[in-house]
C-alpha cells in the first residue's frame, strides 16, 4: 500500500542507514512515524453464535468444519488467527438478553442500557478511535450492513451495534450503491463545466456554508446543559469532518487512485430490503465484502464497522437451500443447537460456513490488493470477525472471534489459535486499541484487562 | 380523587403483575422502563398554581432540551419550503429512523451521526441548487442585496419557527455574499438553512436571554410553544397563523393554545396527526413489511396485504373524522366492510350482504390487518397478541425473555411445523414450567382468547384437524374475566380505565418524543383524570396536554 506512512519500509530504511545500529536522526523520525502507522480496521458483527464443536479446530490441526474453506485458502488461511476461549463479561444483569448483551457490549465492552429498549451502553471502539486518533483517510469511520432495518420497540436498539455514546446509536447504512458514491463518488474526474476557479469557487461556498452550521452549532451548544450538550457536540463534530473531507483533496492510494475513482459495485440492481425481507440478502453480503475491500484497499475509511444483518436475525437463508432448515433460523435452529438437536446442529454449521466463505472472499478480495511495497491489502488490515454469541442457545462463553489480516504488521504472528483458556471479551477493545495505535491497558468497564492473552503483538 | 384512583388501579394491576414477573425470572430493569400511568414516586407530585383545561398542575417539569427532528418532520417542513418533490428526495436521501413503541420522534434515538449530517449536507446543496429561485425569491431591481436580505429573513423565518438573530443574519448575509450571482446567493442561503441546527432541531429552551439558574423554572418563548403545537398536530413548523398567533401573545393563555388546537385538528393534517398517534398506539407497521411464511400463509400476498392495509387505515380514520372519535369507539365498532372487498376469501362466512358478523367482528382488534401484524410468521402468535393487549394496550411493562427464559425456549422448543396439535397445545409449556410460567401466564391466556382468529385474522374452528379453543383470560386488570374473540374481549378492553390511562402514556411518549417517567406521574395523572371525565375523547388528550402548564414550562438544566 503506497500510503504514506508506508513509504519507507524498515527494512528500507536499515538498508539506506547502511547498518542495523547507526541509525541517523532523519530515518529515526521515519521510524517513529513508522511507530504510528495503523492498519485499516474492519469489524463484523454476525449473529446468533456459531457451533462450537464445528467452528474450533482441534488439537494441533488446523481443520475445522465451519472454518475450513477460510483456514485453507492459501492466501487468507495463513493471515487468520483465531481467538479461543473469549467470555462476554457482564458487570450486572442488562436489560434484554445474549443478544441483546453481546450485540451491544462485544465491541464497547460495557453492558447495554434501556432506552425503552435495550440500546448500547457506551461508546464503541470504533468510535473511540474515532475520537481519539487522527485518522488521515477521508472517512474516519463508517457503518453499514445488510438488512438492518425498523423495528419494534424491544428490537430497536439492535438496529445498529455501534454508539457515539450511551443510548446514541450510529445509524446503519443499507443502501450499497449510495455508499460507492459515497465513497468512490468524490474521487471522480469532476466535469471541467466551469474549470478550476469554479471548482474552487464552490469548494469555498461550500466551507462558507458549513462554518455558518459549525457557528450556529457552536451558538445553541452555549445554551445547554451536560446533557443536551452531547447532541450538539457529536454534530460538530461530524460537521467539521465533512469539511475536512471537502477541502482535503480525496486522495485515495495516490498509486491506485485511477483504479480507486472507477470503483463500482460488481451487480447493478440489487436494493436494500426492509426487516424480514431477505430476498437480496445474499447478493448484498457480496456486494458489500466487496465494498469493504474496495474501501480498505483504496485506504478510505479508518474504521468500517458492517453487520449481517441485525441483532439476533431472523435470515431463514433460503438462498443456501439446506436440508433440515426449519421455518425461522432463529428460533427453530439457532435456539435450538444445544447439542441434543442433530439436524439444528448440522443447519448451523452449514450457514456458519456461509459466513465463514463471506469473511474468506473479503479476505481473498483484500489479497488481491499488490502494495507498491510488495505486501498487500490484506497484510496491512485487521478484519474482526464477531459474533453477538457463542452459541445459537444464547450461550455468551466461547464467542467465536477471527482476526483476518497481518495488520500492518502490528500482529507479529499470524496462522495460529490463541487458546489460552477464557478471557473476558474486553480484551478485544484493549487489542484493537493497542493495534491500532491507542495504548491502553484494558476497556470498557474492565480498565485492567490488557490484550488477548497468548496474541503476539508487535 | 381521581388520580389516587387512577393510581390505585395501576399500581395493583400493573406493577404487582410484573413483580411477579420479574421476581420469578430476574434480569428485568425496572427503573428504567417507562412506567405505567399512575405509576408515581411518591414526593413527586405537588400542585402548584394555574394549570388549564381543568387539569392539576405539576412542579417535576421537563428539563429544558432539544431533539432532532424525524425523517417525516424534516421532510414536512422542506416540503414546506420547497415543495412535494423536495420532500420527496429527503424520503429518499434519508434513513428511516426506529420506530419506538410505535412512534418516529422519540428523542434518544435521534441525534446528528457523521453519516445523517453529510446526507442532510448533501441534500442541501442538490435541493439548493434545483431550488426555483425566480418564485422562491423574486426581485426586481437591479440592486439585489435587499432582495436576498429579505429571503434570508422570510425562508429561515418559515425554517426556524421564529425570527432570525443578527448573528444569523450575518452569518447567512456572509454566506449569501459569495455567490457570484443573486440566484447563487439564494441558493447559498437555502443550502445552510437546510442544513442548519435552528431548522433540525425542535428546541425547548426558552428565551437566549433568561438568566441561568439551575433547577428554576424556564417558560418556553411563544415561537416554540407554536413549533411544539405545529409538530404535534401538523408534522412541521408553524403555519403562518400560528405564526401570527404567536407574535400577538394569543399562545399564553390556555385558552389560545387550545383555539389554535383546534383549528389545527380540523385541518386534514390534524386527523393524520391522530391517526400516527393510534397507529403508534397500537404499534402497528406497514402490512407489506411483515414477514409471513409463504408456506404457512400462501393466501398473503400483495394484494391482500395491501386491502388489510387500506382497511385497517380507513376504520382508524373513520373512528376520527366520522365515528365518535372515542377511545371506546376503537374497540364497539363494526367495520363496515362492504361484500365486494378483496378480503372476501380472508373474512369467509364473517361477511355477509348485510356486513360483519358483528359477534365477531367488532373494533379494530377484530380487523385482519391487526390480526395479521400481530402475530407470528408461521402461525397465529398467541404470544405476540397477548403482549400486545398486556404491553401496548394496557402499558403493563413485560420485559424481554431473560437468559434462563431463553435457554428454556432451547431446552422446550416450539415446533411450527408440528401439525400433531394446536398452536394453543404447542403453548402449553408456557404455563407448565414455572420459569415460563411466571411471564407468559399474564399474556398468553389474553393471546390463547384469539386463537378463533388465524395468522391472517381468518375464523377457524379448527385447526390441522383439531378443535380450536379460544378461551382466553384478562387478569391483573379492572376488567378481569374470561372471553372469547375478539369481540368479547373488545368490549372488555372499551370499559378498562386502565387501557383509558395506557393511551394517555402513549399520547405522552408522542407529544414529548420520551417515555414517561417518575416525575410526570402528576401529568399523566391529571391528564387522565380529564380524558376520562370528558368521555374519552381522543381529541381531548391534546388539549389536555396543550392546555397543561407543564406543556409551555421546562427546568433549567444548566
Known amino acids: 500500500m503506497s500510503r504514506d506512512r508506508f513509504q519507507f519500509s524498515r527494512r528500507t530504511l536499515l538498508r539506506a542507514a547502511g547498518s542495523t545500529l547507526l541509525v541517523p536522526p532523519f530515518l529515526r523520525h521515519a521510524f517513529a512515524q513508522e511507530a504510528v502507522s495503523r492498519p485499516n480496521l474492519v469489524l463484523l458483527m454476525q449473529t446468533n453464535g456459531t457451533n462450537q464443536a464445528s467452528f474450533w479446530p482441534k488439537g494441533s490441526t488446523w481443520d475445522s468444519p465451519i472454518l475450513n474453506e477460510l483456514l485453507t485458502d492459501p492466501k487468507v488461511g495463513p493471515k487468520t488467527t483465531l481467538i479461543k476461549g473469549t467470555k462476554l463479561n457482564l458487570k450486572g444483569s442488562p436489560q434484554g438478553n445474549g443478544h441483546d448483551w453481546g450485540w451491544h457490549s462485544l465491541y464497547s465492552g460495557v453492558d447495554n442500557i434501556s432506552k425503552g429498549a435495550p440500546a448500547g451502553g457506551g461508546p464503541s471502539v470504533d468510535q473511540i478511535l474515532a475520537q481519539k486518533l487522527a485518522f ?88 445547554l446543559g451536560a446533557q443536551e450538550r452531547v447532541k ?144 498487500t491489502a490484506l497484510d496491512n488490515s485487521l478484519v474482526v470477525w464477531g459474533n453477538e454469541l457463542a452459541t445459537g442457545p444464547h450461550g455468551i462463553d466461547g464467542v467465536p472471534l477471527a482476526f483476518v489480516g497481518g495488520a500492518a504488521g502490528r500482529l ?17 477493545g484493549c487489542t484493537i486499541q493497542n493495534v491500532m495505535g491507542m495504548p491502553s491497558d484494558g476497556f470498557g468497564w474492565v480498565t485492567d484487562s490488557g490484550p488477548f492473552a497468548g496474541l503476539e503483538l508487535a | 380523587m381521581k388520580s389516587a384512583i387512577w393510581r390505585s388501579i395501576a399500581l395493583s394491576g400493573g406493577l404487582s403483575l410484573l413483580a411477579g414477573c420479574q ?61 412535494a418533490a423536495a420532500a420527496d428526495a429527503v424520503l429518499a436521501a434519508l434513513p428511516v429512523e426506529p420506530r419506538v413503541r410505535g412512534f418516529d420522534n422519540q428523542d434518544a434515538f435521534l441525534f446528528v ?95 437566549p436571554n433568561a438568566p441561568v439558574a439551575a433547577q428554576a423554572t424556564v417558560s418556553l418563548t411563544s415561537d416554540e410553544l407554536a413549533s411544539q403545537l405545529s409538530f404535534l398536530l401538523a408534522g412541521t413548523r408553524p403555519d403562518v397563523t400560528l405564526r401570527e398567533a404567536a407574535k400577538n401573545g394569543q399562545l399564553a393563555t390556555a385558552a389560545g393554545l387550545r383555539a389554535q388546537a383546534e383549528r389545527m385538528l380540523a385541518q386534514p393534517s390534524g386527523v393524520a396527526a391522530l391517526t400516527r398517534f393510534i397507529v403508534g398506539w397500537l404499534d402497528l407497521g406497514p402490512l407489506s413489511d411483515m414477514p409471513k411464511s409463504a ?75 391487526l390480526l395479521t401484524y ?99 383470560e384478562l387478569t391483573g386488570t379492572d376488567v378481569d374475566g374470561p372471553f372469547e374473540g ?4 373488545s368490549a372488555k378492553l372499551a370499559q378498562s380505565k386502565q387501557v383509558a390511562a395506557c393511551m394517555v402514556s402513549h399520547f405522552f411518549e408522542l407529544a414529548l418524543a420520551r417515555p414517561a417517567g417518575v416525575d410526570d406521574a402528576c401529568v399523566l395523572d391529571a391528564w387522565t383524570s380529564d380524558f376520562v371525565a370528558g368521555g374519552q375523547h381522543i381529541e381531548d388528550l391534546v388539549f389536555a396536554y396543550v392546555t397543561h402548564p407543564a406543556f409551555g414550562a421546562r427546568k433549567d438544566d444548566r
Not at chain 1, 447504512?173 to 465513497?183: C, F, G, M, S
Request: proline letters at 7%; a negative charge.
Open chain 1, 136 to 223: 488521515t483517510q477521508p472517512f474516519k469511520t463508517l457503518h453499514c450492513g445488510v438488512n438492518a432495518a425498523n423495528y419494534r420497540l424491544i428490537n430497536a436498539g439492535r438496529a445498529s451495534f455501534p454508539c457515539v455514546s450511551a443510548g446514541l446509536q450510529v445509524p446503519c447504512e443499507l443502501d450499497i450503491y449510495a455508499l460507492y458514491t459515497k465513497l468512490f463518488g468524490s474521487l471522480m474526474p469532476k466535469p471541467n463545466d466551469g474549470g478550476q476557479a469554479a471548482a474552487a469557487l464552490r469548494l469555498k461556498q461550500r466551507q462558507s456554508v458549513l462554518d455558518a452550521v459549525a457557528a450556529d452549532l457552536t451558538t445553541l451548544q452555549g445554551r
Open chain 1, 232 to 375: 450538539v457536540d457529536a454534530h460538530l463534530s461530524a460537521v467539521r469532518d465533512f469539511e475536512r473531507r471537502l477541502s482535503t483533496t480525496l486522495s485515495a492510494d495516490p498509486a491506485r487512485a485511477p483504479e480507486c475513482a472507477s470503483m463500482k459495485p460488481s451487480k447493478a440492481g440489487v436494493p436494500s430490503t426492509g426487516q424480514g425481507n431477505e430476498a437480496n440478502a445474499d447478493a448484498l453480503n457480496h456486494l458489500f465484502m466487496e465494498l469493504i475491500a474496495n474501501a480498505v484497499a483504496c485506504n478510505l475509511v479508518g474504521v468500517l464497522t458492517f453487520q449481517f444483518g441485525r441483532g439476533g436475525e431472523h435470515f431463514h437463508f433460503d438462498w443456501l437451500k439446506i436440508p433440515g432448515m426449519r421455518a425461522d433460523f432463529h428460533d427453530d435452529i439457532a435456539h435450538k443447537d444445544n447439542g441434543s438437536d442433530a439436524t439444528a446442529a448440522s443447519v448451523m454449521v452449514e450457514v456458519n460456513k456461509y459466513y465463514a466463505g463471506l469473511v474468506t472472499e473479503l479476505g481473498q478480495r483484500l489479497a488481491s490488493f499488490p502494495q507498491a511495497d510488495g505486501t
Open chain 1, 412 to 428: 507479529k504472528r499470524t496462522g495460529y489459535m490463541v487458546d489460552v483458556g477464557t478471557q473476558v471479551h474486553q480484551r478485544l
Open chain 2, 23 to 83: 421476581g420469578s425470572i430476574g434480569g428485568a430493569e425496572p427503573s428504567s422502563a417507562p412506567l405505567p400511568p399512575g405509576a408515581a414516586g411518591s414526593g413527586s407530585v405537588a400542585t402548584p398554581p394555574g394549570g388549564g383545561g381543568g387539569a392539576t398542575a405539576c412542579q417535576a417539569l421537563p428539563a429544558r432540551r432539544i431533539r432532532r427532528l424525524a425523517r417525516r418532520e424534516y421532510a414536512n417542513v422542506v416540503s414546506d419550503l420547497l415543495g
Open chain 2, 113 to 207: 451521526s457523521g453519516p445523517f449530517q453529510e446526507a442532510v449536507a448533501e441534500l442541501a446543496a442538490t435541493l439548493a441548487a434545483k431550488a426555483d429561485v425566480a418564485a422562491l425569491a423574486p426581485c426586481s431591481t437591479s440592486d439585489t442585496q435587499p432582495c436576498v436580505a429579505s429571503f434570508i429573513r422570510s425562508f429561515g423565518s418559515r425554517a426556524y419557527g421564529r425570527d432570525l438573530t443578527q448573528d444569523e443574519l450575518d452569518r447567512a448575509t456572509s454566506v449569501a455574499a459569495l455567490g457570484e450571482s443573486f440566484a447563487v446567493s439564494v441558493r447559498l442561503v437555502i443550502e445552510l438553512v437546510l442544513q442548519s441546527p435552528n431548522l433540525l432541531y425542535l428546541t425547548e429552551l426558552g428565551s
Open chain 2, 295 to 369: 408456506e404457512a400463509f400462501p393466501e398473503f400476498t400483495d394484494t391482500v396485504a395491501s386491502a388489510m392495509q387500506a382497511e385497517l387505515d380507513g376504520f382508524v380514520t373513520e373512528q376520527l373524522k366520522g365515528g365518535d372519535g372515542t377511545l371506546p369507539s376503537f374497540f364497539t365498532t363494526v367495520p363496515a366492510t362492504a361484500l365486494a372487498s378483496p378480503l372476501s376469501a380472508i373474512y369467509g362466512a364473517d361477511l355477509q350482504m348485510s356486513g360483519l358478523d358483528p359477534s365477531r367482528r367488532r373494533g379494530v382488534l377484530s380487523l385482519p390487518g
Open chain 2, 374 to 472: 400481530h402475530s407470528a410468521d408461521a402461525h397465529s402468535g398467541p404470544v405476540e397478541r397477548g403482549l400486545l393487549v398486556r404491553r401496548q394496550l394496557l402499558c403493563q411493562d413485560v420485559p424481554p425473555p431473560p437468559q434462563s427464559a431463553l435457554d428454556r425456549i432451547a431446552n422446550l422448543p416450539v415446533d411450527d411445523l408440528d401439525a400433531a396439535h394446536t398452536t394453543r397445545q404447542k403453548f402449553a409449556a408456557h404455563v407448565n414450567e414455572p420459569s415460563c410460567k411466571a411471564c407468559h401466564q399474564s399474556f398468553d391466556p389474553i393471546g390463547f382468547g384469539l386463537e378463533d382468529m388465524d395468522g391472517l385474522g381468518r375464523y377457524r374452528t379448527t385447526e390441522h384437524g383439531l378443535p380450536v379453543d379460544s378461551h382466553g
Open chain 2, 486 to 489: 375478539p369481540a368479547a374481549l
